[in-house]
């Protein structure tokens, strides 16, 4: 691999109110290479990819790209440089079609007719470079589809198309995997690992620390704002990356105790719902942590809500305690002691402009207010402290605004909204989906300590070292059917995923 | 991947039109000429405003002010009659009038970040205020003269009035836009994902104060089409003709959020909301019947245009109604 330095970022400084966000920041880019920068979140990655791209300007420090001073003041410049980001949330416009979202921004425009004095948008134009770019990645795709009728893999595709429209040879992904299965993932290193043959450069973010060590050819690591290290990808080892990333060694990310197991609580029998779960039957004992693994559409979300009274089944029985119960109302499902927590904490999770008191308080209302529903102040700001005390959240104070917060403490507040209630089972939809190192250890050990006291606890997720870290036992699921049910003995990755495929 | 047919939001409203169309032609005097001849000269000024303010709902944006907006552009294009200029004269001024209180209606959302419905509200009320404190008479200027209504009478083939073209070119002209010119297709970005607009190198201040501006040209021409049919002005008569615009929008199926719709929708929606009442002109209903009949059919017909029946199926069999999750 040549080792010509395309893009060279040295000493960048940048500062928000109220934060320094880089401090000394440097970063370079070979012709051709997968350099991967990881970081807590919070470290400074997105900033300086938003300096590199044109979305901030920095305070201080030099960026040459090709050897030339590289000064950006938009996005459009920096595509037109050669530089093109691909954004962790969609950045695509819903309701509008595939080509027109590619060209938003940079139409190609012509004259109608050569006389004419004004240019107008050359659909067909813009239909064949699209085409020759799907060509490329060996993507076959309706330009005319509607976005908003897409997946999200395929939305991803389209980004990228976006970008290389622009003929850019250097890519920004920022956190490109959050949203994707493990299928999906493998089609999209295909493209990046097409891409880089091509030449490409690539700039590539991500929380996932084994994506790094599959795809990089480099990985720099960040740390609040501050440029810790540079290394080849093959001479560093995961623990390594993770101290440079901590600032010191995490013992064990994955801080499962063994707990005593204890009766049967909970039984899912027979539960079908039409084209989404088909008979699904399974246990949960006192103290066990059972994972729920299984692709994206696997019908794990949908299992969840199935059997916290969110959705309705078709048929099928649950009984808590020996009880049965009949639920299809998710209220009466929270006061029996079965609480759920919904993924995607930003959509579903959290009210996000209110503060962390009447977010951690919401589910539990009543309880905290009299009869006629007025709420005593004294008693949500216990519930509030308790919670905030328990789950460690690093706040300022109960009135913070939760949109204010960290991933990793916004994921926090989710937790607590659903430990509030007091809860005999709890289910986890993705508890740590985006969120950095740090705070993902220790929600596991939130998970775990929970566990020891006598709590059951359902977690779904995507993340399978974090299956295989924190689970007594695992359902696998594939097309709303129980593939397998694996004991904390018999977990591997490949016996899950073989089970999962 | 495959292909999916459905039929479209415009694809149904066209369906509807024609059904009523074919009822009244069939059990009224709808199709005559003097039927078609008004149907078409009410209708003109609602198509060039419902797409005036379709494009500013496009970018998430509403304006409630254009009745009362209206009413200054009669006003004007009234008052310069009056005081002898020709119509090389007062057409333009009285369009420049109203691109220029639509434009402080951009102008102040833009740069003081207000919504612009609260912008438009308070726009609204000051208007009104103002013809009744400054306008002589509260505007009312009356024998304009042939000078002023030869346009606004004037037809083609005794049937197809002047106004009716006139809106049919800005019709058509306003469809190009919104499909082949950057401006156009910036109104759906900025609407749709106003971030992604940004990182796509569009700058949604001055898209929003454009469209003010545009929305503000046309609402001059509509003022006028409708203006200059009549003998006399009186602001007043164009309070709450916003409602009719707006709503022949929202029928059309651009959606009230922004990002998405049709400048066709807005034109269907124009011409459904005037058969509409025309219908029940013809069947002897009285104004305010009228007035709460229409109310309920606009509700109806948006609750048709904008539901995706299909997709709410979908996802009830899926259990995943995603409003019931934040419980």
């Known amino acids: 691999m040549e080792d010509k330095k395309i893009l060279l970022i040295e000493g960048v400084y940048k500062h928000f109110p109220g934060v320094q966000a880089l401090s000394n920041v440097s970063i370079d880019l070979r012709q051709g290479e997968v350099h991967a920068v990881v970081g807590e979140n919070g470290a400074g990655k997105s900033t300086l990819m938003k300096i590199i791209c044109g979305v901030h300007q920095p305070d201080r420090g030099t960026m040459t790209l090709y050897g030339k001073p590289l000064r950006v003041s938009n996005p459009n410049e920096a595509y037109s440089r050669g530089i093109a980001i691909i954004y962790q949330e969609s950045s695509l416009f819903p309701d509008l079609t595939v080509l027109e979202n590619i060209f938003t921004g940079h139409e190609i425009m012509k004259r109608p007719l050569r006389f004419l004095p004004f240019k107008v948008i050359d659909y067909p134009a813009m239909r064949q470079k699209s085409e020759a770019v799907f060509d490329r990645l060996g993507i076959r795709i309706d330009l005319d589809a509607v976005v908003s009728t897409l997946g999200v893999a395929t939305k991803q595709m389209v980004e990228i198309a976006k970008a290389l429209t622009f003929e850019s040879q250097i890519l920004i992904l920022d956190e490109p995997t959050a949203a994707l299965t493990s299928n999906e993932v493998d089609t999209l290193f295909a493209t990046i690992r097409r891409l880089r043959d091509e030449g490409n450069s690539m700039l590539y973010i991500s929380h996932r620390l084994d994506e790094v060590f599959q795809i990089a050819d480099r990985v720099t690591v960040y740390r609040d704002g501050q440029y810790i290290n540079t290394a080849d990808v093959k001479d560093v080892t995961k623990d390594e990356l993770v101290s440079w990333m901590v600032g010191r060694t995490l013992g064990n990310l994955y801080p499962k105790e063994t707990v005593q197991i204890g009766e049967v609580v909970f039984e899912v029998r027979h539960v079908s719902q039409e084209g989404v779960l088909d008979d699904i039957s399974f246990q949960l004992r006192k103290g066990e942590i059972l994972g729920i693994s299984g692709l994206a559409g696997a019908g794990r979300t949908e299992l969840a809500q199935a059997i916290c009274g969110l959705a309705h089944p078709d048929k099928g029985e649950l009984i808590l305690n020996g009880h049965r119960l009949n639920?299809?109302?998710?209220?009466?499902?929270?006061?029996?002691?079965?609480?759920?927590?919904?993924?995607?904490?930003?959509?579903?999770?959290?009210v996000l402009p209110m503060t962390l008191k009447v977010n951690i308080t919401q589910k539990v209302q009543r309880q905290i207010s009299n009869t006629i529903g007025i709420i005593d102040p004294t008693k949500e700001r216990k519930v509030a402290a308790t919670f905030m005390k328990q789950l460690a959240i690093r706040a300022p104070h109960a009135e913070f605004i939760v949109n204010n917060l960290s991933g990793g403490n916004q994921q926090k507040v989710c937790?607590?909204?659903?430990?509030?209630?007091?809860?005999?089972?709890?289910?986890?939809?993705?508890?740590?989906?985006?969120?950095?190192?740090?705070?993902?250890?220790?929600?596991?050990?939130?998970?775990?300590?929970?566990?020891?006291?006598?709590?059951?606890?359902i977690v779904i997720s995507s993340d399978l070292p974090e299956i295989l870290g924190m689970c007594d036992r695992v359902v696998v699921m594939k097309n709303g059917r129980i593939a397998g049910e694996l004991n904390r003995e018999e977990l591997s990755q490949e016996r899950l995923l073989s089970m999962e495929l | 991947m495959k292909k999916r047919r459905t039929i479209t939001r415009e694809a149904t409203l066209g369906i509807i039109l024609l059904a009523i169309i074919v009822f009244l032609s069939l059990t009224t005097s709808f199709f005559t000429k003097?039927?078609?001849?008004?149907?078409?000269?009410?209708?003109?000024?609602t198509v060039v405003?419902?797409?005036?303010?379709?494009?500013?709902?496009?970018?998430?944006?509403?304006?409630?002010?254009?009745?009362?907006?209206?009413?200054?552009?009669?006003?004007?294009?009234?008052?310069?009659?009056?005081?002898?200029?020709?119509?090389?004269v007062f057409v333009p001024a009285a369009i420049a009038i109203g691109t220029l209180l639509s434009g402080i209606n951009g102008f102040i959302t833009v740069k003081f970040k207000v919504p612009s419905l609260v912008v438009t509200l308070a726009m609204n009320m000051v208007h009104i205020g103002f013809y009744a404190t400054f306008l002589p008479q509260s505007g009312w200027i009356e024998n304009l003269g042939p000078r002023f209504t030869w346009f606004g009478r004037g037809r083609i083939l005794d049937v197809i009035p002047y106004t009716f073209v006139v809106a049919l070119i800005v019709s058509i002209v306003a469809m190009f836009v919104m499909k082949y010119t950057r401006f156009g297709r910036a109104l759906y970005a900025v609407g749709g994902n106003r971030q992604s607009a940004i990182f796509?190198?569009?700058?949604?201040?001055?898209?929003?104060?454009?469209?003010?501006?545009?929305?503000?040209?046309?609402?001059?021409?509509?003022?006028?089409?409708?203006?200059?049919?009549?003998?006399?002005?009186?602001?007043?008569?164009?309070v709450g003709r916003e409602l009719f615009f707006i709503s022949a929008a929202l029928v059309g199926g651009i959606s009230i959020f922004g990002g998405s719709g049709k400048i066709v929708g807005a034109v269907m929606g124009a011409a459904l909301v005037y058969l509409l009442s025309i219908a029940m002109i013809y069947y002897g209903l009285q104004d305010y019947y009228q007035f709460a009949l229409q109310g309920i059919i606009i509700l109806v017909a948006v609750f048709i245009t904008v539901t995706d029946f299909g997709k709410i199926r979908k996802r009830m069999q899926r259990g995943k109604l995603k409003v019931a999750i934040n419980d």
Do not use: C
């Open chain 2, 34 to 45: 003097s039927g078609l001849y008004s149907f078409m000269l009410d209708v003109s000024p």
């Open chain 2, 200 to 238: 796509s190198g569009i700058n949604p201040d001055t898209t929003v104060m454009k469209v003010f501006l545009v929305q503000g040209f046309l609402i001059g021409i509509s003022a006028l089409l409708r203006a200059m049919t009549r003998n006399e002005v009186m602001p007043s008569v164009f």
């Open chain 1, 415 to 457: 937790v607590a909204k659903s430990l509030a209630v007091e809860p005999q089972i709890l289910i986890l939809d993705e508890p740590t989906r985006g969120v950095d190192v740090g705070a993902k250890s220790e929600i596991h050990r939130i998970i775990s300590s929970l566990a020891k006291a006598g709590k059951s606890i």
């Open chain 2, 49 to 88: 405003a419902a797409i005036a303010v379709g494009m500013v709902i496009f970018t998430g944006n509403i304006d409630i002010s254009v009745g009362t907006i209206s009413g200054f552009v009669a006003y004007t294009a009234g008052a310069l009659v009056k005081a002898g200029a020709p119509m090389v």
């Open chain 1, 327 to 350: 639920i299809t109302d998710y209220r009466r499902t929270l006061e029996r002691g079965i609480a759920y927590m919904p993924e995607d904490r930003q959509a579903y999770g959290l």
